[in-house]
């Protein structure tokens, strides 16, 4: 009887060989996932903020009064004394403070010198944007225009800012992040007052608070050539990247 495969075309004649390459390479796999290792990524953040003047919405500050108890009643004395009343008591008459028609009532007249008029300075806080005269930043005293000036104060405002940015570690940690608006006033002496911030959370806002604190003393905003309280906004963004 005559063949019909070729006796070299044996496929069990390497299995053994196979058999050992595969195991090989199923075992450096194993090996290779084992030994692989994963580091967490480090996350870093953004200083970039916004030079945009936003007014803020002013909300009033409410504060708890605590009302003092009301006194003791006064105790009785321990010794009662008994006085005989031999003193004489005035009555006293309680007219009647109604008027009748037949009464004639007595007309008041004001002169004007009789009127005396004080003057109350208000404390009127002017936006940034429509002041006369801006407040000069230190380092802004050499300009001549208004527009310079402004310009000016704006550069100083945001080289400030970044010189103090920092973002605060349990933010950081806890990933929180977003846009605080801070609100404030260059009163007419040149200091920073009345610093106002709304942001998503309490960490970011104190931490725009510290970098509003640290702006120097300026020369105060002028208004119809008197030093006046000047208001101005600013958001500061905290980015995570």
Known sequence: MELKKNPQADLNRNS??????GLAL??????RLLEHKTYDTVKTYDTSFNMEEVLLEEVPQTQTVNTPPPPAPPTAPAVIEIV???????????????????????EVVYRPDD???????????VPFAVIE????FPGCEGLSSEAERKACFNQKMQEHVQKQFKYPATALELGISGKVFVLF??????YVTNIKTRGPDKLLEEESVRIITALPKMKPGIQRGIPVKVGYSIPITFKLE
Do not use: C, H, K
Not at 26 to 31: E, K, M, R, S
Not at 84 to 92: A, F, K, P
Not at 185 to 190: F, L
């Open 16 to 21: 053994r060989l196979y058999f050992l390459i």
């Open 185 to 190: 006033s260059i009163n007419s002496d040149g």
């Open 133 to 136: 005269n801006v407040p000069v």
């Open 26 to 31: 199923v075992l450096f796999t194993t090996w």
């Open 84 to 106: 005989d009343n031999l003193e004489e008591v005035e009555e006293s008459i309680i007219e009647s403070t109604e008027s009748s028609q037949d009464m004639a009532v007595e």
């Open 115 to 125: 009127i005396e008029v004080e003057e109350v300075e208000e404390d009127v806080t």
